[in-house]
């Protein structure tokens, strides 16, 4: 089993689809984040969630909805999203939050395209 | 603001030595990390630096001064499957990761 899953690997929706993203990790780790990579751009933290409380939202426009019902699994889900929200979105996971830093482990990512 | 900045692309040659540098300009400090990210797949960790020096790992290390906000990511005995892009990020004041844009390496036999 590999260490963080995430389905689907790839998604085409249209702007008036909502769809989900998912992500699982088996790891034992107590903290889960959402990203969205665009090319030739850094890696945009969108979310992070420890011990499934959200404990931040970097300004993420509410057409996208994180969810965490327990500490092994993160969903994203997605509504009336814009062509400029085509991206890759990756999901990762770390032992804790814990005042220190702490190495991510990312599953392979969803490459969305928004038409 | 934070930033970091590290070249877009590189070109090396199987077989040789190749650096790639990262800069950054951060709110506190509280490590760097190197990220490998093959094409379509996950990033995967490399090496995490929080003292100045430098840190081996086989055919990688990584290099770290505080001073003068710098660290680089050394690959010898290239090979092809190191073609990839490799990520900076900095952990900040309030441990948050700050991304650099990556710097794609392309291996040529």
């Known amino acids: 089993e590999t260490g963080v899953t995430q389905t689907p690997r790839h998604l085409v929706m249209g702007m008036t689809n909502k769809k989900s993203l998912k992500c699982e990790q088996h790891l034992g780790h107590n903290a889960m984040y959402w990203y969205k990579q665009s090319a030739k751009k850094p890696l945009e933290l969108m979310f992070v969630y420890s011990l499934e409380e959200r404990v931040e939202n970097n300004s993420v426009p509410s057409r996208f909805s994180p969810e965490c019902p327990n500490s092994s699994h993160l969903f994203l889900h997605l509504h009336t999203l814009q062509p400029e929200d085509s991206a890759l979105y990756l999901c990762?996971?770390?032992?804790?939050?814990?005042?220190?830093?702490?190495?991510?482990?990312f599953g392979p990512g969803t490459r969305l395209t928004v038409l | 603001g934070q930033n970091i900045d590290q070249p877009t692309e590189m070109t090396a040659t199987e077989g040789a030595i190749v650096q790639i540098n990262c800069t950054y300009q951060t709110s506190g400090f509280n490590g760097l990390f190197w990220y490998q990210q093959h094409a379509g797949e996950a990033p995967t960790f490399l090496s995490y630096?929080?003292l100045d020096g430098l840190e081996e790992k086989g055919r990688f290390s990584s290099f770290l001064s505080r001073s003068k906000g710098y660290s680089y990511l050394l690959l010898k005995e290239l090979q092809m499957k190191d073609s990839a892009s490799y990520l900076c990020a900095v952990s900040d004041s309030n441990y948050q990761l700050i991304w650099g844009a990556g710097t794609k390496l392309i291996i040529k036999p």
């Open positions: 630096n929080v």
């Open positions: 990762a996971s770390s032992t804790e939050l814990a005042g220190g830093p702490d190495t991510q482990y």
